[in-house]
């Protein structure tokens, strides 16, 4: 797949702030934003790309604006944990830790946010 990922980025930033959490990674369109996690550190991490990989499919899948519109009101329908872009993409991330030890796989659980926008935080451990 076809992506690109933004270090230090404003949107992140702004996002991160708002949640003041220490990490952020948030998905527009092709675009992986990063704010506190360096690209390293966010590759390393399998089970957040295959999250963030699969945000980057649904906009693809639905379009930008649409996405972001279903997104939204999926999140007013049943909240943000059971949004079900969230739950499709947290699949996908434990699909994506699959070579990882159990241990490393319950630290490394990926958390959506409230923001109305896929944004997604790092639990620290
Ligand atoms: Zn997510």
């Known amino acids: 797949m076809k992506y690109k990922i933004v270090e230090n980025s404003p949107f992140a930033r702004i996002a991160r702030l708002v949640l003041?959490?220490?990490?952020?990674?948030?998905?527009?369109?092709?675009?992986?934003?990063?704010?506190?996690?360096?690209?390293?550190?966010?590759?390393?991490?399998?089970?957040?790309?295959?999250?963030?990989?699969?945000?980057?499919?649904?906009f693809q899948e639905h379009g930008y604006l649409r996405f972001l519109w279903l997104y939204l009101r999926e999140?007013?329908?049943?909240?943000?944990?059971?949004?079900?872009?969230?739950?499709?993409?947290?699949i996908a991330g434990l699909k994506g830790e699959i070579d990882l030890p159990v241990a490393q796989k319950a630290d490394s659980s990926i958390k959506p946010t409230e923001l109305p926008l896929p944004v997604d935080i790092r639990k620290e451990s």
Request: with cysteine; glycine share 8%; proline share 0%.
């Open 20 to 58: 003041k959490s220490s990490n952020v990674a948030m998905v527009l369109g092709r675009t992986i934003h990063l704010s506190g996690v360096k690209r390293d550190s966010f590759l390393r991490d399998k089970g957040w790309v295959a999250h963030e990989l699969c945000h980057i499919r649904q």
């Open 75 to 90: 999140s007013m329908r049943v909240g943000y944990y059971n949004n079900k872009y969230e739950v499709e993409a947290r």
